[in-house]
């Protein structure tokens, strides 16, 4: 969230131009391989919009993490960068098939949030949400609420949240109902994120960083 806030404030204080940071696969091939990383973190302008992806994208960042993440924080990286490549393989196939530019997503960042927020959403079923204290719903419905304030606030927005569902969701399927449904799993965790990250139980611990105790003085 970082990186986000700060990049969206250089493009507001013209420090940075956004030109500089949308996908463009015509640019990267030219050798702009950042913009691969830099759409990513400009969620635009800010607005409501721009507050509403913030606000959901650290609250149900955190929620994946502190639960269903617990413990397994390669897998839980391993989640956005499934969903970073998807993204920007979908991109990809847009501008392969000459979409217009008026419609093709040039920011993914909120989607990737949408994502995040979509499988928070799957794993909680049960979880009884209110929205602005007008009405309840469970969690699974929570992408679609949102989607209908996006149509309400900025239409163009909505092809970024659609996308967003529909990542999260194959995530979902490979991650939670195929593996349940089948026996069988097809998305793994990469063995090298998961020694950087999760390393085994009873790996030696470095003694140099842990603090020495401090005496309490009443």
């Known amino acids: 969230m970082t990186a986000c806030l700060l990049t ?19 640019l990267v091939a030219k ?9 990513f973190l400009f969620f635009g302008k800010f607005g409501l919009s721009f507050i509403f992806h913030m606000v959901f994208l650290v609250r149900h960042s955190r929620l994946s993490e502190e639960n269903s993440f617990r413990g397994r924080t390669a897998d839980y990286i391993f989640m956005w960068l499934f969903g970073a490549s998807l993204l920007l393989f979908i991109d990809f196939m847009f501008w392969h098939l000459r979409v217009p530019p008026a419609y093709l997503p040039l920011f993914l960042g909120p989607s990737l949030s949408f994502m995040v927020v979509y499988v928070w959403a799957r794993r909680n079923p049960h979880v009884r949400m209110s929205f602005l204290g007008l009405f309840t719903f469970n969690a699974p419905y929570l992408p679609w609420v949102i989607l209908g304030l996006e149509l309400t606030i900025d239409k163009s927005g909505s092809i970024y949240d659609l996308m967003g569902i529909a990542v999260g969701h194959l995530y979902y399927f490979l991650e939670d109902v195929y593996p349940r449904t089948s026996g069988r799993r097809l998305l793994k965790t990469p063995g090298i ?11 030696p611990v470095n003694l140099a960083a842990v603090p020495p105790p401090q005496e309490i003085h009443n």
């Open 8 to 26: 969206t404030l250089a493009v507001y204080l013209e420090i940075v131009h956004y030109l500089d940071l949308y996908l463009n696969f015509e």
């Open 31 to 39: 050798g702009e391989i950042w913009r691969l990383g830099t759409n």
């Open 193 to 203: 994120l998961k020694q950087i990250f999760d390393p085994p139980v009873g790996a």
